[in-house]
Every structure is written in structure tokens, then in C-alpha cells.
């Protein structure tokens, strides 16, 4: 059996050594709402009117570290921006955060710039180009690319957007 095309991932649920700290990089950077507060050990977080996109819990981390490189686990979390200028605005927040950028890459399928959230989960940032857009090799497949990308000419184009304030 195939999954529909449909169906879509509904969330992402981390583990975090400081709620306060991630919610802050996950609602002020990133953008997401809190949606709920679970006591003190969790919090729900998303975008528009949905239940959650994001779960985050001390329950068996608190004060924990992050895992070593070179272990399984999650790689990253992405999250699609609907256009560049709101991609830009994210990038800009996390500049003026000073958080670092591990990377940004154009993929001929969506833009995209990299970081970790203060647990060193890694986040994907990025938006997608328009599916006409895309590469294809001569027999039709697919090609993406890990192309340069120009990381400040997004983050101008957060002028752009309406003042939120």
C-alpha cells in the first residue's frame, strides 16, 4: 500500500533540556504560536490555527545534553516558509538572534538555510520554488541541486513584508 498523496507529516515532537529556552527560539525566531503550555514540562506550538506542529518536552530530558555527532537520531526538522520574503524575515530574526547559520543551500526545488535550536536539533528553514520550476534530467526525474545560495539578498527581502506591529 502507498501512502495517499495527501497525507502530509502532522508533527514533530522533541526532546529539550530547557522548555523556556526552546520555546523561545521556536515561537520568537521561527515564528510559531504557543498554542498550549503541558505544566511545566511541555508546550505545543503552531502556525495559523492548527493544534500543534511542534511538541517540546523536558519529561525525560530536562537539563539533559545534547546527543554526541556520529549517533543516530533525527537529523532535521523542516519547515516551509510560503514565500521568500518570509523566509528572508525568519533569516533576518535569527541574524539579529545571533544565531549562527550552518548552512544554505539552493536545491532547484526550494531555498533553504540551516541552524540549530539551542538543544543542536537541526532546523531546516526554507521555502519552494514553483513546481513548473523544477529540474528534471532528460528522462524526466527529478534532479535537485545543493547549489550556492545568497543568504543576504533573502534576508533584504524581509523590507518587504508588512510591519507586524
Known sequence: MS?????RIGHVHLRVSDLDRA?????????????????KGAAFLAAG?????IGLNTWESLGATPP??????????????????SLGAVIAQAQAADIPLEGA???GVSE??????PDQNGVD????????????????????????LVVAALAALAADLPSQN
Open 23 to 39: 520555546i523561545t527560539v521556536y515561537r520568537d525566531i521561527i515564528g510559531f504560536r504557543v498554542a498550549q503550555r503541558f505544566g
Open 112 to 117: 533553504a538555510v540551516y541552524l540549530r535550536d
Open 68 to 85: 554526541p555527532a556520529g549517533h543516530t537520531g533525527l537529523y532535521h526538522t523542516a519547515f516551509r516558509y510560503p514565500d521568500r520574503a
Open 105 to 107: 543551500a539552493d536545491h
Open 125 to 148: 528553514l526554507y521555502t519552494d520554488k514553483p513546481v513548473a520550476a523544477w529540474p528534471h534530467d532528460a528522462n524526466g526525474q527529478l534532479q535537485m541541486v545543493n547549489a550556492p
Open 3 to 7: 501512502a495517499p498523496a495527501t497525507n
Open 49 to 53: 490555527d492548527y493544534h500543534h506542529h
